[in-house]
């Protein structure tokens, strides 16, 4: 069902519950082959709510609907010289779905962010306010327009990275942050992974305001294309510092910073839009790229703490005979392992347990999405916890059945 505003979201869940249906909730699909499969046919398309409700670029705030393109939101706050500070990953390229077709709602309730993340935080920071239909088919707003607006407990963080399991956003408020004027990346080469670690959480506890940390094996080279390809010209790997800011303080912070990592080597620098296009590659997992040679591998996004990054991700290229991508300073790892029947699930879940940490199958076959967890199996009592908070907002289970945990 194609809806046309709020009161047909309410009317299509009530519905859904008369005729015990579930819904899988849709706006333009870009995120579908994410999650385990569901098994339904009935389809809640948002992809009508596409308006952008109001833009007020000198409070730094917009409002818009679930269903609205990012690209076309992007393109309205670039042209005020505005962003999202947490850097939203665009999925096309990892999943090979069309570019420009991921909606704002798809971003929120995905809640992935890029590089930006160790220092402007998540999607859910920025996320003020929303409207949303629960599963009973009732309206609820949460949040409002304004940053200091809460008392209580804040449910825009639930929607956050629920994947629609919880609610059917429809609008939502987003704090957006001025650009920068300038950035300069550091380039460290050579460096193997645990070397690399210890300069990357080296830059982040210096005064210097980094903003983004991440690591390319020289094996990425091999697949890497695009804005990567010249990084890896002398076929070494790279370790990657970004600092912006006002043109002169970004330049002298780097300085400092190239300073302060000397034993890790000489640093290069680029600078502008060439330093942006590498960090929207990284960000975009663009090595990995669904066209590219790794394109029939199952890729994990790993989290865990960036100090056992280095030696984690090292350790599991080895043994899958994958390859890997440190972001975060080490507590992002994307790895595109060898196919195998559970996408080595197991042996990668079993290694997690030592440092803590999880894992989510973002992309693998429709056989393998079947019979692997995509999402990272909770501890009891968080399992339990999750249920209850499920339970509150769609005690039915009628929206998303059967993404995150399998029905």
Not at 1 to 21: C, P
Not at 142 to 160: E, F, H, I, R, S
Not at 161 to 169: D, E, F, K, N
Not at 302 to 316: E, K
Request: proline share 4%; hydrophobic share 45%.
């Amino acid at each position: 069902m194609k809806v046309r505003d709020a009161k047909d979201v309410e009317q299509a869940v009530r519905d859904a519950l008369a005729a015990e249906q579930p819904l899988e909730v849709v706006g333009h699909g870009s995120k579908r082959a994410i999650g385990l499969p569901m098994a339904t046919n009935a389809m809640l398309d948002l992809s009508a709510l596409n308006a952008i409700s109001s833009y007020e670029p000198n409070e730094l705030i917009v409002t818009v609907q679930a269903g609205a393109p990012i690209a076309d939101l992007l393109s309205l706050i670039d042209s005020k010289n505005q962003q999202f500070a947490f850097d939203p990953m665009d999925t096309s390229v990892l999943l090979g779905t069309p570019r420009d077709a991921g909606t704002v709602g798809g971003m929120i309730a995905a809640g992935l962010a890029g590089p930006r993340r160790i220092k402007a935080g998540g999607a859910r920071d920025h996320l003020l306010g929303a409207n949303a239909v629960s599963g009973f088919g009732e309206s609820f707003k949460t949040g409002g327009k304004v940053v200091k607006n809460v008392t209580g407990y804040d449910l825009c963080k639930l929607l956050a990275g629920s994947w629609g399991t919880l609610s059917v956003m429809t609008e939502v408020t987003l704090k957006v942050m001025p650009k920068a004027e300038t950035e300069r990346t550091l380039v460290l080469r050579g460096l193997d992974d645990v070397a690399a670690n210890r300069a990357m959480t080296t830059a982040l506890g210096s005064p210097y305001d980094v903003s983004s940390v991440a690591h390319l094996p020289a094996s990425i080279f091999r697949a890497a294309g695009g804005a990567l390809s010249g990084l890896g010209e002398s076929r070494q790997s790279v370790t990657l510092i970004r600092l912006e800011g006002i043109g002169a303080s970004a330049s002298h912070r780097a300085g400092s910073v190239s300073q302060a990592l000397a034993a890790f080597g000489a640093a290069e620098m680029i600078e502008d839009e060439v330093s942006a296009s590498v960090w929207a590659s990284i960000r975009d997992v663009s090595p990995f790229a669904a066209s590219g040679s790794l394109g029939a591998w199952p890729v994990w996004r790993i989290v865990c703490p960036p100090a056992s990054g280095g030696a984690f991700g090292q350790a599991l290229a080895r043994e899958t005979g994958g390859d890997v991508i440190y972001d975060w300073g080490g507590g992002l790892i994307w790895a595109a392992l060898p196919p195998a029947a559970d996408a080595h699930a197991t042996l990668l879940r079993q290694r997690l347990k030592s440092v803590g940490g999880h894992a989510t199958l973002l992309r693998a076959t429709d056989q393998v999405r079947n019979t692997v967890d995509v999402f990272h199996p909770q501890e009891a009592g968080v399992a339990a916890l999750g249920q209850r908070v499920k339970a509150s907002f769609d005690p039915r289970n009628i929206l998303n059945r059967g993404r995150m945990v399998r029905a």
